[in-house]
C-alpha cells in the first residue's frame, strides 16, 4: 500500500478524455433518474474499483490519500458516480485498513474486488441515529455459525449492480445483545431493493431502499459480534475513517467544480452598468469568488492531512472521531457554500434544468443527509472538550 504521500496521479487513472464522457453523461442520468451504467463500466475497465486493491494482485495499491485525490476529481466531473462508487471504496478502503493494521479479517473484500465483485454499504436505517453503535435490523444466529438479517437498509448506493453487500444487525439470543457485522450475496436469496429513489439530487446513484427478509450471511463472511454502544474496535475507527474522508472527498471536488464554473461565469458575463466590461472585473463578485475560494482552500490540507494520517497510521486516540467529524462537516457544508456562491455570481442562467450548477446545486445538499450530521459532528467535538453530558442523576 502507498503511503500517506500523495504518489497516484489521478489524471493516469482518470484521463481527461474518460473524465469529459463521464461529465457529458452526468445530465442525462440525473434528467432520467438512470444508474450510471456506463460510467460503471468505464471505470471496471479502467481499474477504478480496484483502487485499494494491492499491485501485486492486480489493482493499483493506492493509499487513502491517493483515492481522496481520484475521488475528488471524480466528482468534479459526476458527483452521484463518485458518491455511488464510495460506497465499494468504503469497504475495499477498511478492508486496506486493516491489512495495514495486520488484521487479516476483511482480506477476502479486497480479494473479491480483485475478481470483480462491487461492493455496497448497507449500514443505514431510517431513525437509527446510533448509526454504527446499535440497530433495528435483525441478526438471527444459525446452527452452522451464519447469520440471517431482517430489516430495512436505507441509503443503499449501487443498488442496479452491486453483489456483495456489508451489512448488520443486532442478535439478542445471548445474555447481552451483540451487533453482528457480515457480508450477504446478491445472488442468494433473502433480500429485495423498493424502487423508490427519486431524488432532489445524486440521482444516478440510485440508492434504493434494501429490504433484508432473512438475507444470510456465512460463517466465514461474519467479521465482528461487537457488543451495542461505542465501540474502540478496529471495524468501527476504519469504517468511520474511510466514509468521512472519502465523503469528504466528494462534495469538495463539487465544490472545486462549482467554482470553476463560477469563474468561468465571471469572465463570460458582461454588465451593461458598466459598459459591457466581464463581471471579473467588478469588485463585488471578484469578492464573492474569493470568499468562495478561501473557503475552499481551508479544507484541502485538513482533508489530504486526515487522510495521510489514516495511511500512515498515526495514533491519535480518542481525538480520531472528533477530526473525522469535524471533517465531514466542514467538507460538506464548504460546499454548499461555495455553490451557492457560485450560483450567486452565475447568474439566472444557473436556475435552469440546462444548466450544471444548477444540478450541482441539488447534488450538493445530499450532505446533509449523511453521517455525521451537524448535531452528532458539534456533540462528539464538545464532548472531546468539554468531556460527556451529566446524566440527570448527576444533575
Same mark, same amino acid.
Given at each position: 500500500?502507498?503511503?500517506?504521500?500523495?504518489?497516484?496521479?489521478?489524471?493516469?487513472?482518470?484521463?481527461? #478524455?474518460?473524465?469529459?464522457?463521464?461529465?457529458?453523461?452526468? +445530465?442525462?442520468?440525473?434528467? =432520467?433518474?438512470?444508474?450510471?451504467?456506463?460510467?460503471?463500466?468505464?471505470?471496471?475497465?479502467?481499474?477504478?474499483?480496484?483502487?485499494?486493491?494491492?499491485?501485486?494482485?492486480?489493482?493499483?495499491?493506492?493509499?487513502?490519500?491517493?483515492? @481522496?485525490?481520484?475521488? !475528488?476529481?471524480?466528482?468534479?466531473?459526476?458527483?452521484?458516480?463518485?458518491?455511488?462508487?464510495?460506497?465499494?471504496?468504503?469497504?475495499?478502503?477498511? &478492508?486496506?485498513?486493516? #491489512? &495495514?493494521?495486520?488484521?487479516?479479517?476483511?482480506?477476502?473484500?479486497?480479494?473479491?474486488?480483485?475478481?470483480?465483485?462491487?461492493?455496497?454499504?448497507?449500514?443505514?436505517?431510517?431513525?437509527?441515529?446510533?448509526?454504527?453503535?446499535?440497530?433495528?435490523?435483525?441478526?438471527?444466529?444459525?446452527?452452522?455459525?451464519?447469520?440471517?438479517?431482517?430489516?430495512?437498509?436505507?441509503?443503499? /448506493?449501487?443498488?442496479?449492480?452491486?453483489?456483495?453487500?456489508?451489512?448488520?444487525?443486532?442478535?439478542?439470543?445471548?445474555?447481552?445483545?451483540?451487533?453482528?457485522?457480515?457480508?450477504?450475496?446478491?445472488? #442468494?436469496?433473502?433480500?429485495?431493493?423498493?424502487?423508490?429513489?427519486?431524488? *432532489?439530487?445524486? !440521482?444516478?446513484?440510485?440508492?434504493?431502499?434494501?429490504?433484508?427478509?432473512?438475507?444470510?450471511?456465512?460463517?466465514?463472511?461474519?467479521?465482528?459480534?461487537?457488543?451495542?454502544?461505542?465501540?474502540?474496535?478496529?471495524?468501527?475507527?476504519?469504517?468511520?475513517?474511510?466514509?468521512?474522508?472519502?465523503?469528504?472527498? @466528494?462534495?469538495?471536488?463539487?465544490?472545486?467544480?462549482?467554482?470553476?464554473?463560477?469563474?468561468? +461565469?465571471?469572465?463570460?458575463?458582461?454588465?451593461?452598468?458598466?459598459?459591457?466590461?466581464?463581471?471579473?472585473?467588478?469588485?463585488?463578485?471578484?469578492?464573492?469568488?474569493?470568499?468562495?475560494?478561501?473557503?475552499?482552500?481551508?479544507?484541502?490540507?485538513?482533508?489530504?492531512?486526515?487522510?495521510?494520517?489514516?495511511?500512515?497510521?498515526?495514533? !491519535?486516540?480518542?481525538?480520531?472521531?472528533?477530526?473525522?467529524?469535524?471533517?465531514?462537516?466542514? /467538507?460538506?457544508?464548504?460546499? =454548499?457554500? @461555495? @455553490?451557492?456562491?457560485?450560483?450567486?455570481?452565475?447568474?439566472?442562467?444557473?436556475?435552469?434544468?440546462?444548466?450544471?450548477? #444548477?444540478? *450541482?446545486?441539488?447534488?450538493?445538499?445530499?450532505?446533509?443527509?449523511?453521517?455525521?450530521?451537524?448535531?452528532?459532528?458539534?456533540?462528539?467535538? &464538545?464532548?472531546?472538550?468539554?468531556?460527556?453530558?451529566?446524566?440527570?442523576?448527576?444533575?
Amino acid at each position: 500500500m502507498r503511503g500517506g504521500g500523495l504518489d497516484l496521479d489521478p489524471s493516469t487513472v482518470l484521463p481527461d #478524455q474518460l473524465l469529459e464522457r463521464i461529465r457529458s453523461r452526468a +445530465a442525462g442520468y440525473d434528467e =432520467r433518474n438512470e444508474f450510471f451504467r456506463e460510467d460503471i463500466e468505464e471505470l471496471t475497465t479502467a481499474g477504478y474499483l480496484k483502487a485499494f486493491v494491492p499491485e501485486g494482485d492486480g489493482g493499483l495499491g493506492a493509499s487513502l490519500a491517493d483515492v @481522496v485525490r481520484l475521488q !475528488r476529481r471524480l466528482a468534479s466531473a459526476a458527483p452521484a458516480t463518485a458518491l455511488g462508487i464510495n460506497m465499494h471504496l468504503v469497504w475495499t478502503g477498511v &478492508a486496506r485498513v486493516f #491489512q &495495514a493494521r495486520g488484521d487479516s479479517s476483511l482480506d477476502f473484500v479486497l480479494e473479491e474486488a480483485a475478481a470483480g465483485e462491487v461492493f455496497a454499504f448497507g449500514i443505514s436505517e431510517a431513525g437509527n441515529d446510533s448509526v454504527l453503535f446499535d440497530s433495528v435490523t435483525t441478526a438471527t444466529p444459525l446452527p452452522d455459525g451464519a447469520y440471517a438479517y431482517t430489516g430495512v437498509k436505507v441509503f443503499t /448506493s449501487l443498488a442496479p449492480v452491486w453483489t456483495r453487500m456489508g451489512t448488520f444487525g443486532k442478535d439478542e439470543t445471548g445474555p447481552e445483545p451483540r451487533l453482528v457485522y457480515g457480508f450477504i450475496r446478491r445472488d #442468494q436469496p433473502g433480500w429485495r431493493h423498493l424502487d423508490d429513489w427519486d431524488t *432532489l439530487g445524486m !440521482r444516478a446513484s440510485q440508492s434504493c431502499t434494501t429490504v433484508l427478509e432473512g438475507a444470510v450471511a456465512t460463517a466465514d463472511r461474519i467479521v465482528r459480534r461487537l457488543p451495542v454502544g461505542p465501540n474502540p474496535d478496529l471495524l468501527i475507527f476504519g469504517v468511520f475513517a474511510v466514509f468521512e474522508t472519502l465523503l469528504a472527498a @466528494v462534495y469538495t471536488g463539487i465544490a472545486e467544480r462549482a467554482l470553476d464554473l463560477g469563474v468561468q +461565469a465571471a469572465h463570460r458575463r458582461k454588465s451593461l452598468r458598466n459598459g459591457g466590461r466581464p463581471y471579473s472585473q467588478d469588485p463585488d463578485i471578484r469578492w464573492q469568488l474569493a470568499d468562495a475560494a478561501i473557503a475552499l482552500d481551508g479544507v484541502l490540507p485538513q482533508l489530504e492531512r486526515i487522510a495521510g494520517d489514516v495511511d500512515g497510521i498515526e495514533d !491519535r486516540g480518542g481525538a480520531w472521531f472528533p477530526a473525522l467529524s469535524g471533517l465531514k462537516h466542514r /467538507s460538506t457544508e464548504t460546499a =454548499r457554500r @461555495v @455553490v451557492d456562491i457560485a450560483m450567486r455570481v452565475g447568474g439566472g442562467g444557473g436556475y435552469f434544468r440546462s444548466s450544471e450548477l #444548477q444540478r *450541482l446545486y441539488r447534488d450538493v445538499l445530499a450532505g446533509l443527509y449523511h453521517p455525521s450530521d451537524p448535531e452528532s459532528a458539534h456533540a462528539t467535538v &464538545a464532548n472531546a472538550l468539554l468531556g460527556p453530558l451529566e446524566d440527570e442523576a448527576g444533575s
